[in-house]
């Protein structure tokens, strides 16, 4: 099935896996975590998160949830329909630094890589290096 590029997205009944995510996920949050960190949540439909997202909160309010997502594109997705707290900035802010660092790009690039996030600017979260 191909959800991300055209397919059509009904997920009705829920599906069996998400709810044992859901399981999860409040196992962990039961244990006292402050957040998840959700690798490559692009690889997941937006659509789980959306539904997700919210019933953890429910019970744990002050829970983050940041969303590992590489496509610049669908970052108002993952934030306002996916419900995400936060997203790495890693194609934004990480790799114009490294552009910069290595010769690639001015300085100025910093500043266009700010001004392209479109109002998302507080809900990105900055990084110099990850793994």
């Keep these: ?19 044992k995510m859901l399981d ?12 998840f960190r959700c690798d490559m949540a692009e690889m997941v439909p937006v659509e789980f998160w959306e539904w997700v997202i919210p019933q953890v909160k429910a019970v744990y309010p002050g829970l983050s949830f940041i969303g590992e997502i590489y496509n610049p594109s669908r970052y108002a997705d993952y934030i306002y329909k996916g419900k995400f707290d936060y997203l790495y900035d890693k194609v934004g802010l ?30 990105m979260l900055n990084f110099l290096e990850n793994h």
């Design 1 to 19: 099935m191909d959800y991300q590029n055209g397919g059509t997205c009904h997920f009705n009944p829920v599906p069996d896996t998400w709810g």
């Design 94 to 123: 990480y790799d114009t630094l490294r552009r910069v660092i290595c010769g690639y790009d001015s300085a100025t690039a910093i500043t266009r890589s700010w001004q392209s996030l479109g109002g998302l600017e507080k809900r």
């Design 24 to 35: 999860i996920l409040l196992f962990w949050a039961g244990k006292g975590i402050d957040g």
